[in-house]
């Protein structure tokens, strides 16, 4: 990321668009931010049109500012190498209970383990965060790897081995699954699991540390024992839930920035040191443009309206008090003429400190009816932020990858860090492998 001065610059002058959540952003007065030519000219784009900015098709007719900022968007883009397999019809076979999704995700991370590790001649791995077993099954299945799986969640542990027995008797010597919850000190733990799992000395054994979305912290906590394991010479790991990631007492992420040079170019500016909070996570991990691109009229403003009517009910309430959903509103409901009743169904208002119920009353129905008058056009606007988020998405997804490449390379000069999309953000949103490797022993 060779303009991290200017993306920072960028998203420091457009904070307003992610700065508050999305239930929070009428509150803090978002909408009243929108340059007011930026409405005109949205509100007059078609379907196609508006469905196509995000993959940078800017309309002629748009406000000049507009098309200034989505032509900054442009340039700061940074792609990342595509390298999706092309399956064999061996591999499309479906597993019992796996989704058709989870299976290309599965398959296309195990091929680029499966290369990786070729090529360094590894044949033992740990799966960090294994979930329910999927990613260590297909290794075993498609390469004979032993692989031992670490999971926090006792349950899931408890499920993986139920499916090993149901469905995969064969692997059970070579992949094994135990319950622990990872942190940067956890080698000593790994260590004594895989000699008494697999018989090896790990500590003279070249071993791999993969991982299918390993969520919020744990990508870097991966890392950590990539850097300070020698005899881990690679690490092949996908993230994901960076809205997951541990957040410090003044609302900012422990873990990012993580690199040197993402710190010193955020910090010396004080706005940028702004950036990292949790709405900036959150739209790190939202949906990419794919989707966006597939949505209708009716999709569009459906979307839009139930986004303005949950920030409403968020403008009704106290400060000592927090809107709470309950229960999915009931068809009857949602196809109510009275809009106020449609939209707090399925929520209900608690107090803050003492998390007691209360009921919505008169006064926020009158509030309701004077927001309502002033933002006729809310779900509209609501969309349309959405659209200027979405444009974004990607560079703020991006400043969280790279910096975790830096990272990796920056604690020494033998490790090599890539970043590489191995399957269609239109089947998995989080599709991008960080893939790290040692070039000789240290
Ligand atoms: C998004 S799920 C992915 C599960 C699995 N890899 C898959 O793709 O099906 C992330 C998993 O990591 C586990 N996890 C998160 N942090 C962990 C940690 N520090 N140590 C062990 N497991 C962790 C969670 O319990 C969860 O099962």
């Known amino acids: 990321m060779n303009n991290l001065e200017e993306v920072i610059r960028f998203l420091t002058e457009y904070q ?7 239930t929070k952003y009428l509150k803090s007065g978002v909408l009243d931010q929108f340059p007011p030519g930026w409405i005109g000219s949205l509100r007059s784009l078609n379907q196609e049109e508006l469905n196509n900015i995000p993959f940078g098709r800017i309309p002629q007719s748009l406000d000049e500012d507009l098309k200034e900022f989505l032509r900054t968007i442009l340039r700061l883009k940074v792609d990342i190498p595509i390298v999706q397999i092309k399956e064999d019809d061996k591999d499309r076979r479906s597993i019992k209970g796996i989704s058709p999704k989870k299976m290309k995700e599965i398959s296309s991370l195990s091929f680029q383990i499966h290369q990786i590790c070729q090529k360094e001649n590894i044949h033992n791995l ?8 999927y990613l260590c099954q297909m290794l075993f299945e498609r390469h004979k790897y032993k692989i031992l799986g670490v999971e926090c969640d006792e349950e899931r542990v408890k499920s993986a081995r139920l499916r090993q027995e149901k469905y995969f008797p064969s692997s059970r010597d070579c992949v094994k699954f135990v319950s622990h919850f ?29 991982g299918l979305h390993a969520c919020g912290d744990l990508t870097v906590t991966s890392v950590r024992i990539f850097q300070s394991t020698e005899n881990i010479r690679v690490l092949a790991v996908m993230p994901c839930c ?20 993402f710190r010193t170019v955020l910090t010396s500016n004080p706005a940028g040191d702004e950036i990292p909070r949790r709405p900036f996570l959150r739209l790190a991990c939202q949906q990419p443009a794919s989707r966006w691109k597939r949505m209708s009229e009716e999709e569009h403003k ?8 949950r920030a409403m009910l968020d403008t009704l309430v106290d400060t000592d008090e927090e809107v709470h959903r309950i229960k999915k509103a009931r068809e009857s409901v949602i196809h109510s003429d009275d809009e106020f009743e449609v939209a707090i169904c399925g929520f209900e208002i608690r107090n803050r400190n003492t998390g007691t119920s209360m009921p919505w009353k008169s006064e926020h129905r009158s509030k309701w009816r004077i927001l309502s008058r002033k933002y006729f056009n809310g779900g509209e606007l609501s969309e349309h932020l959405t659209l200027l988020q979405t444009t974004i998405q990607e560079i703020c997804e991006n400043m969280i990858l790279f910096d975790r490449k830096v990272y990796v390379e920056e ?14 953000a239109d089947i998995s949103p989080r599709c991008v492998l960080l893939l790290a490797t040692k070039t000789t022993k240290s």
């Open 16 to 22: 307003w668009i992610y700065k508050h959540s999305n």
């Open 126 to 133: 740990v799966d960090l965060g294994s979930g329910l077993g």
């Open 182 to 210: 990872v942190t940067e000190d956890s080698w000593e733990f790994l260590s004594q699991e895989l000699k008494k799992a697999f018989e090896i000395h790990p500590d003279n054994t070249s071993l791999a540390l993969v």
């Open 242 to 261: 960076y809205h997951k990631m541990e957040i410090n007492s003044i609302g900012k992420p422990l873990n990012f920035p993580l690199s040197q040079r």
């Open 302 to 309: 459906i979307h839009g309206n139930n986004m303005f009517r």
């Open 411 to 424: 604690a020494s000069a033998h490790f090599r860090c890539e970043l590489l999309k191995i399957l269609d």
